[in-house]
């Protein structure tokens, strides 16, 4: 969990987008809710969805009395003081009487049901019941986005994080989750607003898998509109199997489970009219994608290229800092540095010891720089141009990127990995990681790599005519289609979502060869000056040569595995 995500405004930090009172109201009346039911709502806010549960309790026919109800069977988390405090008054003012005990302000993390023995010996207990099988019905709007609290973050992720051997990613809605369905009794229901992006993104492929193997999915459209997010959310409703039974619907469409088992996302978008497409060889297999690395501030080391020449604002030269265990810990993950670290730091500390800083001095008059220099190398940015584009940009590279090197390794945490870093300089493929489709372009040699355009280059042995063929295969509409509504539906196209593209072995080699031989023409197009867009014949027409070939496709089983053996000896 990164320092940005814990210091954002409150309501973020928390991952809040309150339910719309008449969107939980029409949730709760298409539930068959019972007296004998134990309900938990593990982020309740200002009771969006326990009023309507109660009021169709109060229409029962047969007589509840809902004080003693709720005392027994009601149960209930909210970490926001301010919401708890609003739920509170509403209650008391519509003379339902005191509030429930077991609606509690707390954090659901931590929170365990009333008559669990704190203080258990092992973290795999420590925030359950026992036994775990308690509700049968949990409900709600979970946190989207939100921050973990950073004191118990790698305890969760011991308890939530790794499900049938497949990784939970780490994110609020994905761990609630988890831990209602192992509060769920066999047969009991979750019902959660949840973010669109549970449907195909890459992190959500473990859970996925693991709800599919659990419950019967199913995932609908939300009554009603959010007012506080733009972003697309669905209603998920799971049911805990008492039997073998595995069922996944969408938007009223049951889909295969062989068909959701042949993406390598495990996708709950994939249909038969794309899941021919994964015969079991992806482009993976050919090539091998990467982030590039993030500088920590760019407008310290990059100059944007004007007319062969960049400015230079800054001299750089190499300083000297104290090493001292306020810096370790301000720099460090969660603030938290191992004891044998703090050990040397305050060894270090104690005689003086120095480390090597960046110094940046502004110069009074910008330095006039003509491209190619030693001190520069070109830098890999996002753009939306496709099929190939000028350098725009250099980033500051003297003594081999010493300079950049230095300052991230004495910068916070997260800028001390650099990403791609092998791949620096090596000819390949890019594209921008935020887009609506693929930008794919030819990427020359000698680039440094940017974490906002992922890169794509050959696994060792393969020819070199399988780069040209794979950016021809990215730049079409059957490509991007493919991504777009069975990989990852966002706008953010991970390197992993481009290593799981289907490659085309249903490409006949004639058409193969043309394919290749085009894109090589329209990449020396572009050299020329041609600016490429998607309506331009030399991209449009790549369209023709990657179509499904059903006779050339027959039996595309034994013809992927014939494919993947012979990647074995490429």
């Known amino acids: 969990m990164s320092t940005a995500r814990l210091s954002r405004d409150r309501k973020r930090q928390l991952g809040q987008f309150c339910t719309p009172p008449s969107t939980a109201e029409a949730i709760v009346q298409n539930l068959r809710i019972l007296p004998t039911h134990r309900i938990l709502e593990p982020s309740f806010g200002e009771g969006a969805f326990i009023f309507p549960i109660l009021d169709v309790l109060a229409r029962e026919e047969s007589a509840v009395n809902l004080a003693e109800w709720c005392q027994d069977n009601l149960f209930g988390c909210e970490i926001d003081k301010r919401a708890f405090a609003a739920f509170t008054d509403k209650w008391l003012n519509t ?12 954090d659901f993390f931590k929170w365990m049901p009333p008559g669990t ?40 992720d011991s308890i939530f994080g ?6 939970i990613k780490k994110e609020t809605y994905a761990f609630f989750i988890v831990k209602c369905v192992d509060l769920l009794k066999p047969g009991g229901t979750l019902v959660f607003i949840c973010s669109d992006t549970i449907l195909t993104i890459p992190t959500m492929t473990g859970l996925r898998a693991w709800l599919q193997d659990r419950c019967t999915v199913d995932i609908s459209h939300v009554p009603g509109a959010f007012l506080e997010t733009t972003q697309d959310m ?16 969408v938007f009223g469409s049951s889909l295969s489970l062989d068909e959701i088992d042949s993406t390598p996302n495990r996708s709950w978008k994939v249909d038969g009219k794309y899941a021919r497409y994964f015969t079991g060889v992806h482009v993976g297999d050919k090539m091998i994608a990467t982030s590039g690395m993030t500088v920590g501030k760019n407008e310290l080391f990059l100059r944007r ?15 000297e800092q104290r090493i001292s265990v306020a810096n370790a810990i301000a720099r460090a993950r969660l603030g938290k540095v191992s004891p044998a670290r703090l050990r040397q730091v305050a060894e270090q500390e104690a005689r003086g010891d120095s480390e090597k800083v ?30 190939y584009s000028e350098a725009e940009w250099v980033i500051f590279w003297r003594d081999e990127g010493n300079y950049v ?57 393969v020819h070199e005519d399988e780069l040209f063929f794979i950016i021809g295969w990215a730049l079409t509409d059957l490509c991007t289609s493919i991504l777009k509504n069975v990989l990852n539906h966002t706008r953010n196209i991970q390197s992993k979502d481009f290593e799981r593209l289907p490659y085309p072995i249903w490409v006949p080699p004639d058409a193969k060869s043309e394919s290749i031989r085009q894109v090589r023409s329209l990449i020396e197009l572009a050299k020329a000056g041609r600016q490429l867009t998607f309506e331009s014949p030399e991209i449009a027409s790549l369209n023709e040569y990657y179509l ?3 006779v050339f496709a027959r039996e595309p089983r034994q013809r992927a595995k014939a494919a993947r053996q012979t990647l074995l000896f490429e």
């Open 95 to 106: 003379g339902r009487g005191p509030l429930p005990a077991r609606l509690e302000h707390c």
């Open 117 to 156: 023995e704190r203080g258990a010996a092992t973290n795999r207990r420590r925030y359950f019941s026992t036994p775990l099988e308690t509700f049968d019905l949990v409900i709600g709007n979970p946190p989207f986005g939100g921050s973990i609290d950073p004191s118990i973050q790698d305890e969760l």
């Open 162 to 167: 790794m499900r049938d051997a497949r990784k």
């Open 234 to 249: 669905v209603l998920v409703t799971a049911c805990k199997r008492q039997k073998e039974s595995r069922r996944v619907t």
């Open 305 to 319: 290229i004007i007319d062969g020449y960049i400015e230079e604002p800054f001299d750089f030269t190499f300083g």
């Open 358 to 387: 960046v110094v940046a001095t502004k110069r009074e008059t910008p330095l006039r720089v003509r491209l190619p220099h030693p001190d520069y190398r070109h830098y890999n940015k996002a753009t939306s141009r496709i099929g």
């Open 405 to 461: 090197y230095t300052f991230k390794k004495t910068g916070n945490w997260y800028l001390h990995g650099v990403g791609g870093m092998k791949y620096f300089g090596r000819e390949g493929l890019t594209w921008s990681l935020i887009a609506p489709r693929l930008y794919a372009r030819y990427l020359p040699t000698g680039y440094i790599l940017d974490s906002g355009a992922p890169c794509a280059f050959l696994r060792p042995g």
């Open 548 to 550: 499904w070939r059903e």
